[in-house]
């Protein structure tokens, strides 16, 4: 019997229509599963729609072509308010910016989450989002701010809020992409140990080899198609070699730059935020029923 993946994809495409009515094709003929423990890498250029990849996966959007199972659901059919409590209570997103609520301290950005969720989960939610902080070594910054903590710490207080709730899929989107290598490492660990632990799967964008040799499989995104290339079988960090020559040409992005990629409003958090934050998601779910037109690129 074939085991039920966590999410799987068949044959999604995604474009979307500019304004000048010429069609943009971001995805094309994307087949994936990822099952629970599973540990997935996807590298590729900026604009190959690697992040738009992430969002299907997430369940932030929905694809033009092909279909999105979640537990052997079809995603299609989901109505919005369960869409978004499966994905509440079932995804956690990580990104590179870290995306944390401003004067709000690492506490309150961790318990917000768990503001959804209820009973027992929502009153023990200051415990619980202390001992989450607790667990990625930040138990002696609580009341801090993001503005008092470095970039590694920031992050970890956003890994923290993306496994507060305990997700079975956990996307993270270039998490190390803000930080130095070696607090990269760190942060990578951390996520990749607390996954482990809950036996969640990951899916890791990065363009760091170190960073996709810790992931047991491993796809290459261009030009919206996805293939599978082999970092050297199921490595373990120390088995890896990322220094391989044909694989640092393989994703190398010469000037490419955080950042540098096309202007346009920043991924969806994915995180239910207050005032404001997250907009990106509320709009990206929002945008379902309507024809799809892109924004105009600023
Ligand atoms: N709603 C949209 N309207 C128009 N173009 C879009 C839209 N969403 C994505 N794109 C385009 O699709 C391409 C892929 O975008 P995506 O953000 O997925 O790339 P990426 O691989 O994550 O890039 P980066 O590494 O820079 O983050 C880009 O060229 C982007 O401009
Ligand atoms: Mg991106």
Redesign the pocket.
């Known amino acids: 019997m074939e085991l039920v993946s966590l999410v799987r994809l068949e044959g999604v495409a995604k474009h979307?229509l500019?304004p000048d009515d010429s069609r943009?094709d971001?995805l094309r003929g994307i087949d994936l599963a990822v099952a629970a423990g599973d540990h997935v890498a996807i590298v590729?250029?900026?604009?190959?729609?690697?992040?738009?990849?992430l969002n299907l996966m997430g369940m932030l959007d929905r694809p033009s072509e092909g279909a999105v199972w979640f537990r052997g659901d079809p995603v299609r059919k989901m109505r919005r308010g369960k869409l978004d409590r499966l994905r509440g209570r079932n995804v956690g997103f990580v990104f590179q910016q870290f995306n944390l609520l401003a004067g709000r301290t690492a506490l309150e950005n961790v318990e917000m989450p768990l503001g959804y969720a209820s009973g027992r989960e929502f009153w023990r939610r200051r415990r619980t989002a202390t001992e989450m902080l607790e667990r990625v070594g930040l138990g002696h910054r609580l009341e801090s701010t993001p503005e008092q903590m470095s970039g590694g710490e920031q992050q970890r207080v956003a890994i923290a809020r993306a496994l507060v709730r305990r997700p079975a899929l956990i996307l993270a989107?270039?998490p190390t992409g803000a930080l130095d290598v070696e607090t990269g490492a760190t942060v990578m660990e951390l996520l990749d140990d607390i996954a482990s632990e809950a036996d969640a799967a990951l899916v890791t964008?990065t363009?760091d080899l170190h960073v996709a040799a810790r992931a047991r499989r491993h796809y290459r995104?261009d030009a919206g198609v996805l293939t599978r290339f082999d970092l050297g079988g199921a490595p373990t960090p120390a088995e890896a070699n990322p220094s391989a020559p044909e694989l640092a040409a393989s994703v190398e992005e010469p000037g490419?730059e955080a950042g540098?990629?096309?202007t346009?409003p920043e991924?969806p958090s994915g995180v239910p935020s207050e005032g404001g934050g997250g907009v990106g998601a509320v709009e990206a779910a929002s945008r379902e029923d309507e024809p799809?037109r892109?924004?105009v690129?600023s």
Do not use: F, Q
Request: hydrophobic share 40%.
């Open positions: 979307v500019l943009l971001i590729g250029r900026s604009g190959s729609g690697k992040s738009t990849l989107d270039e964008i363009h995104l490419v540098a990629g096309p346009r991924a799809e892109a924004e690129a």
